[in-house]
Each structure stands twice: as C-alpha cells, then as structure tokens.
Nanobody
Framework: QVQLVESGGGLVQAGGSLRLSCAAS????????MGWYRQAPGKQRELVST???????NYADSVKGRFTISRDNAKNTVYLQMDSLKPEDTAVYYC??????????????WGQGTRVTVSS
C-alpha cells in the first residue's frame, strides 16, 4: 500500500508565494518521476512540473520562471515552490509519482489534492 500526502496549500494574494510538499509512504522500492498537476474549476487536469530521480525537471510554460520543483529522495518527498502567484494559478494541485513497489512493477499514484487560491 502506497500513499501520497500533500500539504502546503492555502489562500494567498497575487504576487505571493506558497510551498507545496508531497510525501510518499508505504511499500516503496524506488520512485522514478514525481510531479505536480493542477485542475482549475471547469478545466481539465494539467501538468505543472515533473522531476526525475536524477533531478531533471520539466515545467509548463505558464509557470516557467515562477515555480521551482525539487525532491528529497531520502525522504521520498517532492516540493513545489510557487512564487509570483497569479489568480490564474488558482486550482487544486495534485501530487503524482511513478513508484516501484518491487524491482519489476511500477504504478502511477496520485495524492488527494491540496487547494491553492490566489486572490487578486
């Protein structure tokens, strides 16, 4: 059994910052890619950022230069530092991880989501 638990969401004014965290726990052999997605009201879930175990990162164009993803492999945790927040960043943010529960089998796991609201 694997769980992803997110924290750090909340209400912030435009231009402010928030830091999201997501910790994976349970029967984990190793974790490949970890990342963040978001879903705004009435819209489809979209990729925000991903990071590989080796530290290679990928960002959506809409957040480049404002968001920074990082991870602590020893803690099975991924972070998303969000700066210069805009009202259009308002969404539920979901953690995602590609986790091997043994050397041969990997599954895609999702967190429960954490809400970020940016007021103008």
């Amino acid at each position: 059994q694997v769980q992803l638990v997110e924290s750090g969401g909340g209400l912030v004014q435009a231009g402010g910052s928030l830091r999201l965290s997501c910790a994976a726990s349970g029967s984990i052999f190793s974790i490949n890619v970890m990342g963040w997605y978001r879903q705004a009201p009435g819209k489809q879930r979209e990729l925000v950022s991903t990071i590989t175990r080796g530290g290679s990162t990928n960002y959506a164009d809409s957040v480049k230069g404002r968001f920074t993803i990082s991870r602590d492999n020893a803690k099975n945790t991924v972070y998303l530092q969000m700066d210069s927040l805009k009202p259009e960043d308002t969404a539920v943010y979901y953690c995602n991880a590609h986790i091997y529960t043994n050397p041969l089998v990997a599954y895609n796991y999702w967190g429960q989501g954490t809400r970020v609201t940016v007021s103008s």
